[in-house]
């Protein structure tokens, strides 16, 4: 069945760091693939997407690039802010299987000022 | 408009008993999905449904059940509660099509708490 894959954390950068969360993935088919975060004490909101081989999601300073050939989408942003601490999650959709997500377990980001 | 609502925010059961959360979708979506998150971990798959009829099943036990309403909203039952059962419950609602994805707007959860 389908599966993801993330580092384990927690990650723990200063601000202005760089980050990459990396994340691969098990599928059939071409799945569609994402990033939520979810903040401590809410619910998950959808950070970035990408639909296809080769598109890159990107949003509020993060981007990520669906790679086919390495089963990857890693998440990346340049100069990461306390504000981005939180737990972030890769999934992926099976396009053929209606809007079932399969998420990865998580990893949590801190960011110290 | 508002989001995806969900009640009750918290609830603490004891083992054995049944447990009832309710989920109302965003104006306009019509397809409802449930998900277990277990502190620690990602989320987990339970339920889909559109137009009322279940079109998704995670693999969980037959001790959860799900439906959902003409006005589109949805519950999620649990009978016969575990200490395992004792997760975030996530709702979300979506447009709804086979053949592609369509986004999920999560709620902000019910925290069950089984003692």
């Known amino acids: 069945g389908d599966s993801v894959t993330q580092m384990e954390g927690p990650v723990t950068l200063s601000e202005e760091a760089f980050l990459t969360i990396n994340c691969t993935y098990t599928a059939t088919g071409y799945p569609s693939l994402f990033w939520y975060v979810q903040y401590p004490g809410e619910g998950l909101q959808l950070l970035l997407k990408a639909t296809k081989a080769d598109d890159k999601g990107s949003n509020k300073g993060f981007e990520a690039t669906y790679r086919k050939e390495t089963t990857s989408f890693h998440l990346e942003k340049g100069s990461v802010q306390v504000s981005d601490s939180a737990v972030y999650f890769c999934?992926?959709?099976?396009?053929?299987?209606?809007?079932?997500?399969?998420f990865g377990g998580g990893t949590r980001l801190m960011v110290k000022p | 408009d508002a989001g995806v609502t969900q009640s009750p925010t918290h609830l603490i059961k004891t083992r054995g008993q049944h447990v009832t959360l309710r989920c109302s979708p965003i104006?306009?979506?019509?397809?409802v999905s449930w998900y277990q998150q277990v502190l620690g971990q990602g989320p987990q798959f339970i339920f889909q449904y559109y137009e009322k009829e279940e079109r998704g099943r995670g693999n969980f036990p037959d001790r959860f059940s799900a439906r959902q309403f003409p006005n589109y909203s949805s519950e999620l039952n649990v009978n016969a509660l575990l200490l395992g059962d004792s997760a975030l419950y996530l709702c979300?609602?979506?447009?709804?099509?086979?053949?592609?994805?369509?986004?999920?707007?999560f709620g902000p959860g019910t925290r069950l708490t089984v003692l």
């Open positions: 979300a609602s979506s447009f709804f099509t086979r053949s592609s994805y369509n986004e999920q707007f």
């Open positions: 999934a992926l959709s099976d396009n053929n299987a209606g809007n079932m997500l399969t």
């Open positions: 104006s306009g979506h019509k397809s």
